[in-house]
């Protein structure tokens, strides 16, 4: 009996002890996020694009206000995502919807971001209206060593359709190398059918981008991030970037997106004429990805949200419970943006 009760003793004294080495880890995490931040247009004119059309420009009197309210509220959203694990803003944040260099450094600039030094990577994109995408990046956290910007060449009827560029930033996130994609596809003008080559052929861009950075770096950490204006499930993804769903589904060479799971439970990140849509993600290549074995000796994702917090969703009239957009029937609403943000968290385990 005594024999016995050593024996449990000693197993539970053993259990206790690897429970309290598993226990005393400690992770490094990571916010990566992305924020389609709704016609961040400054309020001079700029007589090379048509920044006429913006809603800010469209606005009768007050554009000083309500630009410097408009970039208050953003600073202060993106001060707050991910910040309940990491007590910081994101390490490294995606942005679309800016209209040049100069709205993003008043950005980050603002109250709530200035002390976190920021820096900028923009590209001027031959967009029409001049909406651009950019990436911002916390010094002390993500080191860039190279970015250029892509056009994607799209046609449609023998011309071309001046959409955004995409984005590619590779550099250091701590001591790590990995690749950014920031991405702002054709939009949906004209519906969904009509439209969708313009995204399909948009996604081939990403997967001839994601291609060059394998040549160089075989194993590489990819992320491509933005706004889709697809879902997950469209063939955007699932043609052409081939995008995968399920973890043990991935192979070397694929590319996950964990906001289809989220897509298929229901949730989304705007919402217009009653549709409800999630056309902002973050996806990930496999090396980003661990599939259950719990190795995080380099960075891997942990989880992937909708950062949709109670105060960015209106609360009245026709777009109660949608994204609090910033404008609306010409005017200006004191809202955040008709987006919600996506974000990720990266862990590694201490050494």
Known sequence: ???KLTLVFIFL??????????????YNIRTIAFYNVENLFDTINDVTKNDEASPMMELKSNRSKVYWDKIDKLGST??????EKTKTSPAIIGVSE?????????????KHLIKKNYGIIHYDSPDKRGIDVALLYQKRYFKPIHHESFNPNIYRDGYKVYTRDQLLVSGYLDDELIHLIV???????GGEAKSRPLREKAAYQNTKIIAQIREKDPDAKILTMGDF?????????????????????VGELDIYNPYED??????NTLAYRDNLNLFDMILISSPL????????????MYQAKIFNKRFLSGKKGQYKGYPFRSFSNGGYTGGYSDHFPVYMYLIKEQK
């Open 289 to 300: 990805l661990d599939k259950g074995k719990k190795d995080f000796s380099t960075y891997k």
């Open 13 to 26: 004294l053993t259990s206790m002890l690897v429970f309290s080495q598993k226990k005393s880890k400690k």
């Open 183 to 189: 991405n702002h596809w054709p939009s949906r003008s």
């Open 1 to 3: 009996m005594k024999k």
């Open 229 to 249: 204006n697809d879902d997950p499930i469209n063939s955007s993804f699932k043609k052409v970037l081939k995008t995968k769903s399920k973890k043990k589904n």
């Open 262 to 267: 989220l897509h298929r439970r229901g949730f």
């Open 78 to 83: 993106i001060a707050q995502i991910g910040s």
């Open 98 to 110: 800016v209209e040049n260099l100069s709205v993003l450094e008043d950005l980050v600039k603002s």
